[in-house]
């Protein structure tokens, strides 16, 4: 090593997406990196509006470490946003449009976020809530044919479009390295409070070396997002890499298996992140296997359990559904089925990621087990958040003194080292690719008049995986119906939280120590249906 030469020097490149489009933008100006309804844009007409939101935002005060919060589906602006903040050393806050007004109070509220960037249809929601939160600048998305704007009601509000059309692009690309926060991902914990998940450059610049050692990616691939991107699933598997690698994501506000399909044959998709209820939507479509398909090389199917059945129908046609799994908090995949065991470890969520490292252990005594014997599932790597926003507690329970991050998870490893998931610790139910927190739905039912308790509950769907169930007792000479529960549950809840079932008992099964007795309630419900 010559003198003076840093013995460290990886740790001081850049691995900032906004830096990779820059650079994008000048290798290949007019080849298109998002494709949309509402309009394509280039990787020159990209770059150009993220440096023109940056000087905005720069311009409201936005510095390194600042938080720039997003609400709206999925959209050009949503990435404008997010590499426009990148390029400032700012972090990005993508917001679940689902939320309801409690839920996203307390998501802005957490987050510190003064700025934010919103389309119309969520403007009333989110003025609604706004008091209590540090928001101070208000930018409304009016340029998109998508949503388009309400005029004469901007009252607080900047439209984007004119700020956007005045600012001179910046030159300032802020250098991000591996430690360096990038985005905060809000997810409720089983108490319901939201935990802000950090993930960093670093976080997310290992999941994307994971995927491209795994699957099949290239340079100039089209990936498709229908999916959410505010989830890390669909935005982390192929969306970031995909721009960044200068290829083409196809952007869709929200899933429609007739135009999906159209998609994948028009523009050739290669690659996508789907949950289990959209390839089963799909699988459904007259003619769905006589489509040309042969571009795709690589599917990711996660955030819910995955039909064997679902993946034995694709295989059948010669697609491949590859099943990985992981959390917000792994950025997102820790493990991946390699695409060539799909059927011969039919079930499996895989092998641990290239770097990354995934255990099962006794969750008493933290301890590794034996292959074959169920644990908590627990991961280490350059891909795992470094913890929860402003929340060292959280962060303390989540992380042992070895730094094994803790899922809640339970499975077990077959002896050829593969993954396959058994339940949840904490009771989580995933509903059409959502996580709904038991705890959370039972907390906004307990005040309900008619109620004298509730325990909520996952039961087998056919459509989306799990659904969500209300067992309850009521009080005398009340009467309780499923419509009621739901509406009472809507006005704190994202409607895809809300019961779908209900069974009313006597009593609510609870231990000694007066907790719910889950396992109690689950075989209830099994005898009762």
Known sequence: MSAGHPANSGANVDVSPAAAVHRNARVQPDSV??????????????????????TVLADGGVGTGDRV?????????FLVTMLAAHRLGAIFVPINFRLA??????????????????????????????????????????????VPAT?????????????????????????????????????SGTTGLPKGVVLTHGNIWWNAINVDTQLDTRRGDVTHAAAPIFHVGALNSFVIRTLVRGGTVVLRRAFDPGGFLRDLVTFRVNSFFAVPTMLAALARLPGVFDADLSALRAIVVAGAPVPPSLVEQYADHGIWLQQAWGLTETAPFATHLPVERTLDKLGSAGIAMPHTEVRVVEPATNTPIAPGTAGEIVVRGPNVTPGYWENPEATAAAFDDEGWFHSGDIGYLDDDGYLFIVDRLKDMIISGG????????????????????????????????????????????????????????????????????????????????????????????AEGT
Not at 122 to 127: D, G, K, S, W
Not at 159 to 178: D, G, I
Not at 482 to 501: C, I, N, S, T
């Open 434 to 525: 959502e996580n709904v927190y038991p705890a959370e739905v039972e907390r906004a039912l307990a005040d309900m008049p008619g109620l004298a308790d509730v325990a909520i509950v996952g039961a087998v769907d056919a459509q989306w995986g799990e659904t969500v169930v209300a067992v309850v007792a009521v009080s005398a000479n009340a009467a309780v119906s499923l419509d009621a529960v739901r509406e009472h549950a809507a006005a704190r809840l994202a409607r895809y939280k809300l019961p779908r079932q209900l069974m009313v008992v006597e009593t609510v099964p609870r231990n000694a120590t007066g907790k719910l007795d889950k396992v109690a309630v689950r075989r209830i419900l």
């Open 69 to 77: 919060a997003y609400l709206g589906l999925n959209s050009p602006s």
């Open 151 to 187: 005029p004469g009601q901007s009252e607080g509000w900047e439209p984007w479009s004119v700020l956007l059309a005045r600012a001179l692009p910046t030159a300032q690309l802020a250098a991000r390295r591996f430690d360096d926060p990038a985005v905060i991902m809000f997810t």
């Open 101 to 146: 007004e409690p839920e996203l109070h307390g998501v802005l509220r957490s987050s510190g976020a003064a700025t934010i960037v919103c389309e119309e249809g969520h403007r009333t929601v989110l003025e609604a809530v706004r008091d209590g939160t540090a928001l101070k600048r208000f930018l409304l998305v009016d340029d998109d044919p998508e």
């Open 33 to 54: 990196a998002i494709r949309y309804a509402g309009g394509d844009l280039t990787f020159a007409g990209l770059d150009d509006r993220c440096a023109r939101l940056a």
